[in-house]
């Protein structure tokens, strides 16, 4: 499974928030706001401050996508 936060940054957009905006508000270390814009795991508590901010679901802030595998990686 691979994580996106495409619907975050999406929303930040739609509120004219910043990611700085977000992680000084959220306060969330500057290494976790760099993770997230490499598409990677965060913590739980990380998207629980992020969506009780932001009013909303976790799932309206990050999704998971299952990675598409090779056809010899599905054979092997």
Do not use: H
């Amino acid at each position: 499974m691979k994580v996106s936060y495409n619907k975050l940054w999406k929303l930040l957009i739609d509120r004219k928030l910043s990611n700085a905006d977000l992680r000084k508000a959220v306060e969330i270390a500057p290494n976790t706001m760099t993770k997230m814009r490499k598409d990677e795991e965060v913590s739980m508590s990380v998207l629980l401050k992020i969506a009780s901010y932001l009013d909303c679901d976790i799932s309206d802030i990050c999704e998971f996508r299952k990675e598409d595998k090779g056809k010899d990686e599905r054979n092997a």
